[in-house]
């Protein structure tokens, strides 16, 4: 099994473009989250998923948009970059409340 | 919605110290209480975790938690760190009643040989 992967692993976006960071997880999970991981302040819960054509906002959805039509794929869309969305981007599936994260998203937007 | 907070940002140790990470939640319900680990440049992993019962759980590599209700806490430790033991800790929280995990600043962990 490979897990969850996120592609791409690094980007440098320029202000007001737009991109899609993509996650895909082969364990059948139903729950999937997104957080960013900023120096200092932990993870903080962009949007999550409880299952296909389920979403929700999490604590900082400003900014960014997901789709969830399969329970393998939960991508999130940034659709005008701004410097305050650099950071590191996680995706996690979840069964029995443990979370498994793919290996981030280094993103720079300049 | 619940929010956790790890007082200790910065923690340097001499191997063989012992270590205690502290961490409190803030929820009235029921919680799920979890400690991740993230090595330098590995992606997040978890260490252990809490559902119910003995409110003293072991995870791996000789690290335990100790969950205390009355105090919304959920704090780390281990008898002796190790030099590999250098890596960021994240305590983590989930509500029964939703389905986020909300996490900690973290607390970084550098043990010198």
């Known amino acids: 099994n490979a897990g969850v992967t996120q592609t791409p692993k690094f980007r440098i976006l320029k202000i007001g473009q737009s991109m899609t960071l993509q996650c895909t997880q082969d364990?059948?999970?139903?729950?999937m989250y997104w957080y960013r991981q900023d120096p200092g302040m932990g993870l903080k819960l962009i949007y999550y998923?409880?299952?296909?054509?389920?979403?929700d906002k999490g604590e900082v959805p400003n900014g960014y948009n997901v789709s969830r039509s399969t329970t393998e794929d939960f991508p999130l869309r940034l659709e005008l970059a701004a410097p305050s969305q650099t950071s590191v981007y996680f995706c996690?599936?979840?069964?029995?409340?443990?979370?498994?994260f793919g290996s981030g998203t280094q993103l720079s937007v300049l | 919605a619940q929010s956790v907070s790890q007082h200790n940002h910065h923690v340097i140790l001499s191997e063989a110290a012992s270590l205690e990470l502290g961490c409190n939640y803030s929820?009235?319900?029921?919680?799920?209480l979890f400690w991740y680990v993230q090595y330098p440049g590995q992606h997040l992993q978890l260490l252990l975790k809490?559902?119910?019962?003995?409110?003293l759980v072991k995870g791996i590599k000789g690290f335990e938690a100790e969950f205390i209700k009355s105090k919304f806490s959920f704090n780390l430790r281990k008898p002796s760190v190790q030099w590999s033991d250098t890596a960021e800790y994240f305590c983590?929280?989930?509500?029964?009643?939703?389905?986020?995990?909300?996490f900690g600043a973290g607390t970084r962990l550098t043990v010198k040989p």
């Open positions: 809490y559902f119910s019962g003995d409110p």
């Open positions: 998923s409880v299952g296909a054509g389920i979403t």
């Open positions: 996690a599936s979840s069964y029995d409340r443990k979370l498994f």
């Open positions: 983590a929280v989930n509500a029964l009643n939703n389905n986020d995990m909300r």
């Open positions: 364990m059948n999970h139903n729950y």
């Open positions: 929820y009235g319900g029921t919680v799920n």
